[in-house]
Structure formats: C-alpha cells, structure tokens
C-alpha cells in the first residue's frame, strides 16, 4: 500500500522558505519547553538553551525579506507551506492539552 500522497510545496523565495523553517524550528523546541506537555526537564532544558539560536535565524530570515524588498508576508502562501510541513500537529504542541475529564 503507497502512502498518501502530500500536496506539493508552494513556491517559495528562499527568504520565505527560511522563514517557514525557522518558524517551525521555533515552534519544535517551544513545544518541547511546554511544561503541560513535557515529559522531563532535561529535554525542556536542552530545547530553552536552543531556542535563542534559532530565534536568532528566524529573525534573520526576516530581516533578508525585508531587506531584499520584500514587505508583505503571503499569509495564504506560507500557511499552505505550514500545513505541508505538519505545523498544524506542531503548533499544537504550543496549546495546554485538554482538561482531565472528572
């Protein structure tokens, strides 16, 4: 049996495509720093002491776009790359999980 197949990848200018990145690598380690959903606090620890890096990146892919003129962000372009990417399921992860029901 194939796997489903996942749409296709919006073009994107290698700023917007870094911007995507970085968000979600943001995104990755903010979830593993949740303290509702973590598991240990040596994971949550590692993932805090990433995070400045990649803020870091993010903020400079940011500052490319708009130095190469680039001065709208194409919401419905980029969340469409967002949702190939499975930011849907990661940005989740940045959520308080459901309440215990009881």
């Known amino acids: ?16 495509g870094d911007v995507v990145d970085g968000y979600l690598a943001v995104v990755d380690l903010l979830g593993r720093v949740n303290p509702a959903r973590g598991l240990d606090t040596y994971g949550a620890l590692r993932a805090a002491q990433a995070l400045p890096a990649r803020a870091a990146e993010l903020r400079d892919a940011l500052a490319r776009m708009h130095a190469r003129g680039e001065s709208e962000l194409h919401a419905a372009t980029l969340a469409r790359a967002l949702r190939v990417l499975d930011g849907e399921r990661r940005t989740a992860r940045l959520t308080l999980p459901p309440a215990a029901a009881g």
């Open 1 to 16: 049996m194939l796997p489903p197949e996942l749409p296709p990848l919006p073009a994107l200018t290698r700023a917007e």
